[in-house]
T-cell receptor
Framework: DAGITQSPRYKITETGRQVTLMCHQT?????MFWYRQDLGHGLRLIYY???????DKGEVPDGYVVSRSKTENFPLTLESATRSQTSVYFC?????????FGPGTRLTVT | ELKVEQNPLFLSMQEGKNYTIYCNYS?????LYWYRQDPGKSLESLFV?????AVKQEGRLMASLDTKARLSTLHITAAVHDLSATYFC???????????FGTGTSLTVIP
């Protein structure tokens, strides 16, 4: 399917476990982003990537790791999940200005 | 610290009425975006405003941008139930690469 996909869509994990959220886009957009959405905070940028092998921190990067070995994939890893990382995570990409969002991953850390 | 403030945060309005949602931001930017989010869904792009004075309209929604006042408005004309959703503005400070979102306005249109 064309567009941007995320997997899994729902995930429950325990505190301290490592979790990886996947993001895949078929447009070959250079820029990709990871956001988290929490009530009262809107969306906050975690990390972004300008191209393969180029990543940079956003507003709330602590506790997260990203990589981008291929243009189309941008995985987000929580190295040791904490309850405060319970959130909805959105991946996005852009051809230049407007960002296009994936369907989201709802992550619960127990 | 960049701040993007939307008001109101919650809006309940009757069908057929008009209303405006405001988005104020604290830094210089010529680019502002409006998104819509339905419950449990992703964000859908509504408007892209790329210059001072830009005005875009789609159906019952019209968005405008005043970069000098650092203000964007989303005007709703003759609201219908289908417009019930959360609306976000986002300020772009680096050509699509650094979005800062407002906290959203939850709109409920009552029949």
């Amino acid at each position: 399917d064309a567009g941007i996909t995320q997997s899994p869509r729902y995930k429950i994990t325990e505190t301290g476990r490592q979790v990886t959220l996947m993001c895949h886009q078929t447009w070959s957009h250079s820029y990709m982003f990871w956001y988290r959405q929490d009530l009262g905070h809107g969306l906050r940028l975690i990390y972004y990537s300008a191209a393969a092998d180029i990543t940079d921190k956003g507003e709330v990067p602590d506790g997260y790791v990203v990589s981008r070995s291929k243009t189309e994939n941008f995985p987000l890893t929580l190295e040791s999940a904490t309850r405060s990382q319970t959130s909805v995570y959105f991946c996005a990409s852009t051809p230049g200005y407007e960002q296009y969002f994936g369907p989201g991953t709802r992550l619960t850390v127990t | 610290e960049l701040k993007v403030e939307q008001n109101p945060l919650f809006l309940s309005m009757q069908e057929g009425k008009n209303y405006t949602i405001y988005c104020n931001y604290s830094t210089t930017s010529d680019r502002l975006y409006w998104y819509r989010q339905d419950p449990g869904k992703s964000l859908e792009s509504l408007f892209v405003l790329l210059s001072n004075g830009a005005v875009k309209q789609e159906g019952r929604l019209m968005a405008s941008l005043d970069t000098k006042a650092r203000l964007s408005t989303l005007h709703i004309t003759a609201a219908v139930h289908d417009l019930s959703a959360t609306y976000f503005c986002a300020v772009d400070i680096r050509a699509g690469n650094q979005f800062y979102f407002g906290t959203g306005t939850s709109l409920t249109v009552i029949p």
